[in-house]
């Protein structure tokens, strides 16, 4: 069989939006994408000055000196898939339909890990970008590889990341919180917030709406942090000291941008005996202020 090429693309570009909603509340420069790889945005280098009460003639000339933000987009794509004959022949399902649904849904994911990287990458290990968990240190370290225990995440630690924001002068609508699945169970279970949970958590989907200022979104694999503070690659090697962190930001302090979707496929290939099929997407995204504010990290602290 064939792959319906133009169906399959703009499922996969519905399913990245599913799949990875957060990254529908940042901004998107899906507009600015050049030859389906790079982003190319022209910037302003701020505006001109206020004249207040002015007496002196003629006002001085000036030219708003613009400049251009430029980057490339991550390639993401899977080994090529082979489905033989044989498979096509004997299951009693469409496992080329199967094979193109695995590759999708890994593949996404892996686009909404590397898209919390990009926006948490080398920012600055001060309390002004970072909060520490500082609840009972009773949860084992969550972290692919990671061993001993890490403290809970607690509200107060919310509150923390709220006043970071607040200092930042951020404005309050458009903040979210992507949390890690441990640090969202761990706010479930505080016990400080179990009256405010009562009324506003919807017990039978575990969502909680809102928490100081903040919309929360769970994903399962957010942020790695090496135990220095350093943020780590999705593909960086495991370590027992790492810990897990969650992303918080503002709207406009974020931008993502989809390029290219490709899907390749080699029908009836005699050396195989089957068909092979591929799928390509070029995503990405950065943090657009060059102060780094408008975005923070709530990251694990040893027990």
């Given amino acids: 069989m064939a792959v319906n090429v133009e169906m399959w693309k703009r499922e996969i570009i519905e399913r990245l939006k599913l799949d990875n909603r957060f990254m529908d509340f940042a901004t998107n420069a899906d507009d600015m994408v050049y030859g389906g790889s790079v982003v190319h945005i022209p910037q302003s280098a701020g505006p001109s000055p206020t004249i207040v009460n002015n007496s002196t003639y003629p006002l001085t000339v ?20 082979l489905i033989t004959d044989i498979d096509k022949a004997e299951l009693s399902y469409d496992k080329m339909q199967s094979v193109i649904d695995e590759q999708i849904g890994s593949l996404l994911d892996d686009v909404g890990t590397w898209m919390l990287y990009r926006w948490a990458l080398s920012l600055p290990n001060t ?48 903040r979210y919180f ?11 279970s505080d016990t400080n917030l179990k009256n405010y949970f009562q009324n506003v958590v919807n017990i039978k989907d ?10 929360f979104i769970q994903r399962n694999q ?5 135990s220095g503070g ?7 090697a495991n370590a027992t000291d790492d810990n897990e962190a969650s992303v918080a930001f ?24 089957g068909d092979i099929v591929s799928f390509l997407i070029r995503n990405g995204g950065r943090r657009r202020r060059s102060d780094n504010f408008g975005v923070g990290l709530l990251v694990d602290a040893a027990g």
């Fill in 222 to 226: 957010t942020i790695r942090v090496a």
């Fill in 127 to 174: 309390t002004a970008f970072r909060t520490a968990t500082s609840g009972t240190a009773t949860r084992p370290g969550s972290a692919p590889g990671a061993t001993g225990n890490r403290k809970r995440a607690i509200e107060a630690d919310i509150i923390a990341a709220k006043q970071a924001f607040d200092n930042a002068n951020i404005p309050m609508k458009d």
């Fill in 62 to 81: 000036v030219q708003r000196g613009d400049t251009d933000v430029t980057y490339a987009l991550d390639r993401f794509s899977k080994a090529p898939t």
């Fill in 250 to 273: 503002h709207k406009g302090s974020v931008e993502k941008a989809t390029g290219t979707v490709d899907i390749f496929e080699n029908l009836d290939r005699a050396e195989y005996q």
């Fill in 206 to 215: 575990g969502e909680i709406p809102t928490l100081h200022g903040f919309k």
């Fill in 230 to 236: 350093t943020v780590k690659a999705p593909d960086a």
């Fill in 178 to 188: 992507v949390l890690c699945a441990s640090h969202y169970n761990d706010l479930l």
